[in-house]
């Protein structure tokens, strides 16, 4: 017996909102430090590490979009092989 994949492209659609609603809360500069007129190595290195994790959040965001295209291609292209399958008989009987 022969497995079969089902997809339900409807699924696919609170994902996508979900992703894309995440991808909006993404700002380019997520957190930061004030620091004001302290220049001590300790608060510099700080801030760097503030800016590189910012810097994860934009790619993060990036991800999320990437996601988001991809699974409306997914939906796309199962719809047009549910098109193409319409109608057909894939048992062989007629």
Do not use: C
């Not at 290195?45 to 994860?56: A, G, M, R």
């Amino acid at each position: 017996m022969s497995e079969q994949i089902l997809i339900n492209p409807e699924g696919f659609y609170p994902e996508i909102d979900n992703l894309s609603a995440a991808q909006a809360l993404i700002t380019d500069e997520m957190f930061s430090i004030d620091k004001g007129e302290l220049n001590l190595d300790t608060v510099s290195e700080i801030d760097s590490l503030v800016k590189e994790l910012n810097s994860l959040y934009v790619l993060y965001r990036e991800h999320l979009g990437r996601d988001v295209k991809n699974l409306n291609v997914v939906i796309a292209e199962w719809m047009k092989v549910d098109a193409s399958l319409a109608g057909k008989n894939l048992l062989g009987g007629d």
